[in-house]
């Protein structure tokens, strides 16, 4: 495994000065900010996936391809809304300063609307990806990769799998929790599963039992393709770290990190923290995604001015790089990179 060189940026001492300058205009910004901008923005938007969620069922209702489809469209939009922008939010504590709402909006929107255990999401996101980032074995983002599958049926039949291979994992892992950790947990889930069925079922008018199932599966998998993605595209194919040689933070968050340009669906669904501000949320991970959008040119132009990366590139450009190099991102082992004079 040939070690990948880069330019050394500055020492220790520099790191952490730097980024406690950072730290310092950011929380500037934080303290000015009124509760709408902390949390409120976002909050809104996750009530308002959950006050159209009515909409979507009861369009299901009409025997009309458009109905079905404005249906099916509202219910996989709010579904990976709730999902993945409410899940990565409550993750981080950024919904509410309250510990104990974070608690119940955490297991609401991991376990009754995600189907995943909670608190192990939360070690392997905060713990894990985001004290390690782009650190091989740790937090490089290899869950992600099947190398048994060659680069088209990954890139265009993978992401289907998403939504049939989550409570797969959440079963397996289950088996190794306490019984009644594993039974509390496993109740959240199937009230979960069956409040959608549920709906499709009595809200939607569905007769047969299938049907129900398969439109449960078609939402679940409506953002599959761009989910995946995007988990991929914003580490993997950066700089990875050695983890006996893991640099200061600053510089193993703006050299293993990229952002997206903003896109309206995404940044609706995912949130701006997963789409254009990940560098951001890196640094920042407390910060909901409206802080993280409010903060970014604050961001930007510190990394700029200190001539440190700020990397970004679009979505189609990410994609077509996979492609071509899919094999050497997805299949082998990825090089180290040495910050020479720095780690």
């Known amino acids: 495994m040939e070690p990948a060189r880069r330019s050394a940026p500055p ?16 929380q500037d910004v934080v303290r000015a900010s009124s509760w709408w901008e902390l949390h409120g923005v976002d909050c809104a938007i996750l009530a308002l996936s959950l006050l159209a969620l009515p909409a979507g069922f009861l369009c299901l209702r009409f025997h009309n391809i458009l109905a079905f489809a404005t249906g099916i469209t509202i219910l996989g939009v709010c579904h990976y809304t709730l999902t993945v922008k409410g899940s990565h939010l409550a993750t981080h504590s950024a919904l509410t300063e309250s510990k104990r709402w ?33 650190v091989v074995g740790l937090g490089d983002s290899s869950t992600w990769k099947m190398p ?8 265009f039949l993978g992401p ?26 496993l109740s959240f889930i199937c009230l979960g599963f069956y409040s959608q069925y549920w709906l499709f079922m009595n809200v939607s008018g569905f007769k047969n039992p299938s049907s129900a199932l398969a439109c449960m599966l078609l939402t679940r998998s409506l953002l599959a393709h761009p989910y995946l993605h995007v988990n991929i595209f914003q580490h993997i194919g950066l700089a990875m770290f050695s983890p006996d040689k893991k640099p200061r933070r600053i510089h193993m968050m703006t050299l293993g990190v990229l952002n997206l340009p903003r896109q309206p669906v995404l940044d609706w669904a995912f949130g701006h923290s997963l789409i254009s501000c990940h560098v951001e949320h890196h640094l920042f991970p407390w910060l909901s995604d409206h802080m993280c959008l409010k903060v970014k040119p604050l961001v930007s132009k510190f990394l700029h001015d200190k001539q440190l990366p700020y990397n970004e590139d679009s979505y189609l450009a990410r994609f077509q790089l996979f492609l071509n190099r899919y094999e050497e991102f997805m ?13």
Not at 11 to 26: I, K, P, W
Not at 108 to 126: S, W
Request: hydrophobic share 50%; with cysteine; glycine share 4%.
């Open 102 to 134: 974070n608690k119940i909006l955490l297991i609401f929107f991991l376990e009754a609307c995600t189907g995943f255990p909670a608190e192990f999401a939360k070690y392997n996101h905060v713990n894990l990806h985001h004290v390690y980032t782009n």
């Open 331 to 343: 299949v082998h082992v990825p090089p180290i990179t040495e910050l020479v004079g720095v780690q």
């Open 11 to 26: 020492g220790d001492g520099a790191a952490e000065a730097l980024l406690r300058e950072l730290e310092r205009q950011v």
């Open 160 to 185: 289907l799998l998403v939504p049939i291979v989550t409570p797969l994992v959440a079963l397996v892992h289950l088996r190794k929790e306490e019984l009644k950790t594993a039974l509390w947990t």
């Open 148 to 155: 048994f599958f060659n680069r088209y049926v990954y890139m």
